[in-house]
């Protein structure tokens, strides 16, 4: 389907269903503020207005549960076999209330996925949403072009497919899965379809006795009878943000740990838009791995941002008893119109750290693995990010754009050579902050600029996605190793949606 590059205020009838079609149908007289289901200033809310609505409350400080995980059905060493099936269920977030959800084998974050390098994997896909089409993509995850769920090849409603793939040497890391399809994927995401791909490593230099847990944060937002509101123009603007972040569905779940205890944790963000500047009271951040696994050495870190779709691993140390916890801090990102909403002083997680000590924990090693550093580039390129709002008598015209154009399925971008490697400049000349996204390879962020100062990155990493503030230019390297076509976007999924993505066809 061919999209234009402007999307009116009739974009409903392209990207949403009915419902939604009433609630964003404006026009230059209508004051946004006083269209039902509109809430513009508190759809959030965080700053009470005549129309805002209390979040409904959530139980907090349950234990934290452990993500089920995907069981392998292959028997043999070597092969990850096993079934994920994307169908309608229902959750509890707040008590005595069903929500309609979207979810993987029942449960969302979807089940845990571990396995390990060299392995081959076998996962069949069943999209069981009524009426939609769905894909699933592997985030970060170096597959073939056309195992890895774009939106070129979506699996029809009811039908099964296969994707298939093997995990090079050298692939440990955090990565995700979630759903590609054209148009969809930020409804279905927020609905709950998403999970964690763990690859690991034959030989970890992380002490086992740390554990490795995976974090999954998701963003909810819930109307009074306990069903998810669907998109509004706010959401379409910003990306959406709920009014409570989840940790691996649950808010503000705790963890009981004893003194002097060392964890590991994978941190994802698997929220639609929201921007996690996070700060661990009482407890010891160190990083130790990106998007695409383990850093050369840990660093220490007061505090972290993880953009939407990004991940972290970090070595938590609990020093100290009493409670550590885990809680945002203010970020500004580039909010448009009113009702920014109140993103600091979040509690996400809650340690509690006994004052019996724990047995005496490994030291982490100096040297976590080597990174190459990717040479010097053949090519270079600039993907410049604007978004362009005005009204028209229409009604409001938004675009999310690279190089001035929105996303179009049959039309390439880009066309890349298998094996070169490449400079790529990222440009954000727009208002707000959008994670640069890319598929089919982990790349090597090697410098920032903003307002004529350059930065270098606090230590050399694998990514598969970064944040590009708004004004800033980020460079990266980057190199595809297989032909095919591979997206790349903006990780806020509703600037996805409207068009802030393009396609580099590789070719051998
Ligand atoms: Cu996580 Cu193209 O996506
Ligand atoms: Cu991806
Ligand atoms: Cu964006």
């Known amino acids: 389907m061919h999209r234009r590059g402007f999307l009116a205020a009739n974009l409903a009838t392209v990207l949403a269903g009915p419902r939604a079609l009433a609630q964003m149908k404006m026009d230059g007289t209508s004051n946004m503020a006083s269209m039902p289901g509109m809430d513009m200033g508190d759809h959030a809310g965080h700053d009470m207005g005549a129309m805002a609505q209390d979040p409904a409350a959530l139980p907090e400080g349950?234990?934290?549960?452990?993500?089920?995980?995907?069981?392998?059905?292959?028997?043999?060493?070597?092969?990850?076999?096993?079934?994920?099936?994307?169908?309608?269920?229902?959750?509890?977030?707040?008590?005595?209330?069903?929500?309609?959800?979207?979810?993987?084998?029942?449960?969302?974050?979807?089940?845990?996925?571990?396995?390990?390098?060299?392995?081959?994997?076998?996962?069949?896909?069943?999209?069981?949403?009524?009426?939609?089409?769905?894909?699933?993509?592997?985030?970060?995850?170096?597959?073939?072009?056309?195992?890895?769920?774009?939106?070129?090849?979506?699996?029809?409603?009811?039908?099964?497919?296969?994707?298939?793939?093997?995990?090079?040497?050298?692939?440990?890391?955090?990565?995700?899965?979630?759903?590609?399809?054209?148009?969809?994927?930020?409804?279905?995401?927020?609905?709950?379809?998403?999970?964690?791909?763990?690859?690991?490593?034959?030989?970890?230099?992380?002490?086992?006795?740390?554990?490795?847990?995976?974090?999954?944060?998701?963003?909810?937002?819930?109307?009074?009878?306990?069903?998810?509101?669907?998109?509004?123009?706010?959401?379409?603007?910003?990306?959406?943000?709920?009014?409570?972040?989840?940790?691996?569905?649950?808010?503000?779940?705790?963890?009981?740990?004893?003194?002097?205890?060392?964890?590991?944790?994978?941190?994802?963000?698997?929220?639609?838009?929201?921007?996690?500047?996070?700060?661990?009271?009482?407890?010891?951040?160190?990083?130790i791995g990106s998007d695409g696994g383990l850093l050369e050495k840990p660093v220490a870190a007061e505090e972290i941002l993880l953009s939407p779709a990004e991940r972290l691993e970090l070595v938590v140390a609990f020093d100290r008893p009493g409670a550590a916890a885990l809680t945002t801090l203010d970020y500004d990102r580039g909010w448009m119109g009113p009702g920014r909403p109140a993103d600091a002083g979040l509690t996400l997680l809650t340690v509690d750290v006994s004052d019996t000590a724990a047995e005496a924990m490994p030291p982490l090693p100096e040297r976590l693995r080597p990174i190459v550093p990717l040479g010097a580039p053949t090519v270079s390129r600039r993907l410049l990010f604007t978004e362009t709002m005005a009204m028209n008598p229409t009604g409001m015209e938004m675009g999310f754009l690279i190089n001035g154009k929105a996303f179009d399925m049959a039309r390439v971008d880009i066309v890349a050579r298998a094996g070169d490697t490449e400079l790529w400049e990222i440009v954000n000349q727009a208002d707000m902050d959008h994670p640069f996204h890319l598929h089919g390879t982990q790349f090597q962020v090697v410098e920032r600029e903003r307002d004529g100062k350059l930065a270098k990155p606090p230590y050399l990493a694998w990514k598969d996605t970064v944040n590009v503030a708004r004004g800033e230019t980020v460079r990266l390297l980057t190199r595809q190793e297989r032909p095919g076509a591979r997206m790349y976007h903006c990780h806020i999924l509703e600037h996805e949606q409207l068009g802030m993505m393009g396609i580099v066809d590789v070719r051998a």
């Open 62 to 287: 349950e234990a934290l549960r452990e993500l089920p995980l995907l069981a392998n059905e292959a028997g043999r060493p070597g092969l990850f076999r096993a079934r994920l099936t994307a169908e309608p269920a229902t959750a509890r977030f707040a008590a005595d209330q069903d929500t309609p959800i979207l979810a993987y084998n029942g449960t969302s974050p979807g089940p845990l996925i571990e396995a390990y390098e060299g392995d081959r994997v076998e996962i069949t896909f069943a999209n069981r949403i009524a009426g939609e089409q769905s894909t699933i993509h592997w985030h970060g995850m170096p597959v073939p072009a056309d195992q890895d769920g774009n939106p070129m090849d979506p699996v029809a409603a009811g039908a099964d497919r296969v994707y298939a793939f093997e995990l090079p040497e050298g692939s440990a890391g955090s990565y995700w899965y979630h759903p590609h399809p054209h148009g969809r994927t930020a409804e279905q995401v927020y609905r709950g379809l998403a999970g964690a791909f763990v690859v690991k490593a034959k030989a970890d230099p992380i002490p086992a006795a740390y554990g490795d847990t995976a974090l999954i944060f998701t963003d909810l937002r819930l109307a009074a009878d306990g069903s998810m509101p669907e998109n509004t123009m706010t959401d379409m603007m910003n990306g959406r943000v709920g009014d409570h972040v989840l940790v691996n569905g649950q808010k503000n779940p705790k963890l009981a740990v004893a003194m002097g205890a060392k964890r590991r944790v994978r941190l994802y963000n698997a929220t639609n838009a929201r921007f996690l500047r996070l700060h661990f009271a009482n407890a010891a951040m160190t990083v």
